[in-house]
């Protein structure tokens, strides 16, 4: 009797778990406003699911690691510390609830990853979420050339300053903003692929799958964000370097050519910060290029309002009740002055300007404390496919923390509890892995720890040897193509050491 009764518990309690994943991307409903944070259809589901999955995770006593209890520890911890110099302890106050609702979405994530036998559910219906969202996504760019702009199309983002308005539809489809979009079909890429390659009947067909990710690019391309196409970073780094095989020169190359262009983005972005107080400023390259005229981005200015405050605050920040820039004025346009400031649009300096320096710490030491662990889990133990889209599906997210503060992001901290979850589960139970970063000879056996769960790694040392090895075979791959280029012997003499 008591076993029919857990049985459904937890049947329910999944249920519930899979309708909120399907509900997460659907942001704009309802259309419900409290003290400047929106409410989401995600948030009511959570309640009854925060109820059932406390009585799964007392039933079954599931243990959640000390790193990652002490890390969301700190975090609260933090920004608690904040609360001392709030002027509005009310808002304050409600950005610490909501932190504790995003990591009781870990947790529960977290619960999910260690009690269900596999994910394919979960994965699934995040799938038919993303096709639906994508759809919609497609059906705002019809409409917006019948003449239904942003204004009264609900599935169209207004270019705002950040962009030159063009003749084309900025994106959101049903989340609140295109940056939102952009980060959203980063893991909506590796979990359609992961439905096709565990054999989903739909998904498993060319006339389905392939239309849907045709809508992914478009939609994708559509969001103007300076995140789109970053889920092609993961899914190169996948493919093409780790797997223990020989890689095709075009794919190095490819994948080189890509990261070196959002790297440059990044560096260059961060550069052109230094300039905010002039409307355009002269370039910095040697020769004819120093010509070139060159004015500052909206994004520019948020970073040099956030690095501005930063130097002010440097300890403590502005506070959790404000925004991460402070106030912001732009002298060469008119009405565009942001009297109460905005988000930095990068994840570490909206942390340090609004948290401080010690938020920003114990934001990142979390997410490296569950990055660290799932890459163990990834290089040294039997990964299964789950794990391996998952992982590459968060570096991709991560990678959009450039340009967007995902420090709120509920599907971020969905995708890490069950990142997390299946880095904690017993090796064992682990499907056979389907690429492995080297040969099984090329590292010595694992060793069981103490705590009884096998799989762990010996040394991050051997991890970074190894990962350096396959760099070095990467870089003698496209050596030909780059033999008559200067320095090159004393390439060749790399070449004859490696």
């Known amino acids: 009797m008591k076993t029919a009764s857990a049985d459904r518990i937890f049947a329910t309690g999944v249920g519930l778990y899979l309708v909120y994943v399907f509900s997460l991307p659907f942001m704009v409903f309802p259309a419900l406003n409290f003290l400047g944070h929106q409410i989401q259809i995600s948030d ?11 009585c799964l995770w007392l039933k079954n006593r599931v243990k959640l690691d000390q790193g990652y209890i002490l890390s969301g520890a700190l975090i609260i911890l933090t920004m608690g510390l904040e609360l001392s110099i709030a002027d509005n302890l009310i808002k304050a106050g409600l950005r610490i609830i909501i932190q504790v609702y995003l990591l009781f979405i870990f947790c529960i994530s ?24 994508i759809f919609a996504g497609m059906i705002g760019i019809v409409l917006y050339y019948f003449g239904f702009d942003f204004r009264i199309n609900l599935l169209l983002a207004s270019y705002g300053m950040a962009l030159p308005s063009l003749p084309l539809p900025r994106v959101k489809s049903f989340l609140v903003g295109a940056e939102y979009l952009a980060n959203y079909l980063i893991p909506s890429f590796f979990f359609l692929y992961y439905g096709r390659r565990s054999g989903n009947r739909y998904l498993r067909s060319c006339f389905i799958y ?13 969001t103007f964000s300076q995140a789109f196409f970053l889920w092609a970073v993961p899914l190169l780094a996948w493919k093409s370097i780790f797997p223990g095989k020989r890689i095709a020169r075009w794919k190095t190359l490819a994948g080189t050519f890509l990261i070196s262009l959002i790297l440059m ?3 260059m972005g961060s550069f052109f910060s230094i300039a905010l107080s002039k409307p355009e400023t002269r370039s910095p390259l040697p020769g004819r290029l120093s010509r070139i005229l060159i004015k500052p981005g909206i994004r520019q200015e948020f970073w040099g309002g956030a690095i501005a405050q930063i130097k002010e605050h440097p300890f403590l920040g502005l506070g959790l009740d404000r925004p991460g820039t402070g106030p912001l004025k732009f002298g060469n346009c008119k009405g565009c002055d942001l009297p109460e400031g905005a988000d930095a649009h990068n994840l570490v300096l909206n942390l340090w300007s609004t948290r401080g320096f010690l938020g920003m710490i114990s934001y990142l030491i979390f997410l490296l404390v569950i990055l660290s662990k799932s890459t163990r889990a990834v290089f040294r133990g039997p990964a299964s496919l789950e794990i391996q889209v998952l992982f590459w599906a968060v570096i991709g997210m991560v990678l959009t923390s450039f340009f967007v503060d995902i420090e709120d992001f509920r599907h971020l901290y969905l995708c890490l509890g069950l990142l997390a979850g299946l880095s904690s589960r017993p090796a064992v139970d682990a499907p056979v892995r389907l690429c492995r970063l080297s040969d099984p000879q090329a590292h010595s056996p694992l060793k069981a720890p103490e705590n009884g769960i096998p799989g762990a790694v010996d040394s991050a040392s051997s991890i970074l040897q190894i990962a350096f090895n396959r760099i070095a075979r990467i870089f003698l791959e496209i050596w030909p193509a780059i033999r008559g280029f200067p320095g090159s012997q004393g390439l060749k003499m790399f070449r004859r050491l490696s």
Do not use: C, T
């Not at 009511?44 to 406390?54: C, E, R, T, W």
């Open 44 to 54: 009511f589901i959570f309640i009854p699911l925060a109820l059932f999955s406390a």
């Open 110 to 133: 977290f619960l999910m990853a260690r009690m269900m036998k596999e994910l394919k559910p979960i994965f699934l219906s995040w799938a038919a979420s993303a096709a639906a969202i």
């Open 265 to 267: 983005e990044v560096v």
């Open 210 to 222: 392939f239309p849907i990710l045709a809508g992914l690019v478009v939609v994708d391309l559509l």
